[in-house]
C-alpha cells in the first residue's frame, strides 16, 4: 500500500524490543506513530518484540508501557511477539517449501574470514550463496558433526522499489546484499521474519521508522511478497543524534535521555512531546498543552531528511514556555500534591518564572514563609515599612505602596525596587511582586522588612 493514507484502515505501529529503557529517539518513533494515526483516525499498535528471550525482560517491557502512559501515547492494539511464535512457525515453512528459505551452517568465524577474504580482493562483504551448494549428503555430514543451520532467505537479485512518503523514490539493489539470516542455529527468530507476520496478520497499513532501516525495507518488501501479501506505505525519518551528534543508544545514553530520567529531572510529557514533534521540520518549535493539538497539525511529509540533535536546552526553554501556559484547573491537583496550591492567584503570579513545576513548591514556602529576610539598608527597609497601605491589598497595591517609598526615601528605579525584594523574598529575582505582594499579606511583609523571618 503507497500513497496517501487512507483514514478508513491506518493501523501503525511502535515495536520497541524490552531489553532496555526508552530514550528520546524510541520516544520520537512512538510518537510519529501515533500522531499519525490520531490525525487520520487510525489504530496505534504497542507490539513488544520480545523473541530475544536472552535480553528481554517484563521488567523492561513493564517500563516501556510506564514511559509511553507518562507521554500519553494510548495504544488501541497489544501484542507480545513471544505469545506468537507459531504464526512465525508457519511463515518459515511456507518460505522453506518455496524454496526461498534455505539452511547455511557456516560459523561466525568462517564467514568473518570470508569476509575478510572478500575485502583483501576489493570485492563487497556479500555472501557467497556456498550454502545452496550443498547435497543433501553434505548436510547430513554436517549435522553429524554437531553442525547446526541458521537460516537464510534467498534475495532477488533484483532492484526493489518503492515511494517513500520522506525520502521519495527509493531503490534497493538485492545483488549487493547478503541474503539476510532470519533463523538462528538455535531456531530462534532475528527480528526480520516476526516483524513482517506481524505487520502482514495485523493489516499494518503504514510503517514509519527511522533512516537506517531504509536498506532493511527493501529486504523485507522482498519477504513480504514471498509471503504473499503486499507491502504497506514506508516513512523514513531523519535519526535523532544526542548534542554531540552521536546516535542514540539504549546503552550509554539510559542515564541521560531515557524517558525516566527525563521524567524524575521533572520535565513535563508534552514539552518532549512539542519538541520531538517540530524537531527537524520547518516549523517552529512551539509550546503546546495536548496530543490532540499536535495531531492536528503533524505533516509526516514535513520531516527533513538531515540527522539531527537533541539539546536539553531546547527541551528546558520548551518545558518554561508549557508551564506558562498552563491554565490553573490543569495545574492544581498537582500543586495539591506538592502542598503548594495556595489558589489560582498564586498559580498565575508563579508560572511565567518556573523552568520545572516543582520549582512552584518554593514560591508557595516564599509567600507563606519562614523566609530569611535580605535587609541591606535597615533605615530604607523601616521608612517602607511605615508605608504600608492597609489591606485589603490588589495588584495595584505595590504601585501605589513603591509610590509611597519612592516619595519617603528619594530612591527610584532598582535601588527603590531590589531591597524590597530581597526583604521580602531573601532573592533576587522572582515574580512580579505587584502579583506576589498581596499573596504575602501586609503582617509579614512588615515582618520581613522589620528584619524577622517571617
Known sequence: MNGSPDSSNVIVRFAPSPTGRLHVGNARAALFNFLFARKNSGKFMLRMDDTDDARSTAEFAAAIEEDLAWLGLTHDIFARQSERLAAYEAAAEKLKADGRLYPAYESAAELDRRRKRQHARGLPPVYDRAALKLTDEDRAALEADGRRPHWRFKLDHEHTTFEDMIQGH????????????????????????????????????HVIRGSDHITNTGVQIQIIRALGAEPPAFAHYSLLNGPEGKPLSKRDDAERFSLRALREAGYEAMALNALLARLGTPEPVEPCLSLETLAETFDISS????????????????????????????AQPRLAALGADL??????????????????????????????????????????????????????TWSLWTGAVKQATGRKGKALFMPLRLA?????????????LPLIGREQAKARLGGLTA
Open 424 to 436: 521580602l523574598t531573601g532573592l533576587p529575582h522572582g515574580p512580579e511582586l505587584k502579583n506576589l
Open 170 to 205: 527509493v531503490e534497493v539493489d538485492g545483488a549487493s546484499l547478503s541474503d539476510p539470516v532470519l533463523i538462528r542455529e538455535d531456531g530462534r527468530f532475528l527480528y526480520t521474519l516476526p516483524s513482517i507476520v506481524d505487520d502482514i496478520d495485523f493489516q499494518i497499513s
Open 303 to 330: 520531516l527533513g531528511r538531515s540527522d539531527i540533535r537533541f539539546d536539553p536546552a531546547d527541551l528546558t526553554r520548551v518545558n518554561a514556555a508549557c508551564l506558562h501556559l498552563m491554565p490553573y484547573a490543569q
Open 343 to 396: 489558589g489560582e492567584a498564586f498559580w498565575d503570579a508563579v508560572k511565567p518564572n518556573l523552568v520545572l513545576f516543582h520549582d512552584a513548591a518554593e514560591w508557595a514556602r516564599i509567600v507563606e514563609g519562614p523566609v530569611e529576610p535580605v535587609i541591606e539598608d535597615s533605615d530604607f527597609a523601616a521608612a517602607a515599612a511605615a508605608a504600608l497601605p492597609p489591606e485589603p491589598w490588589d495588584q495595584a
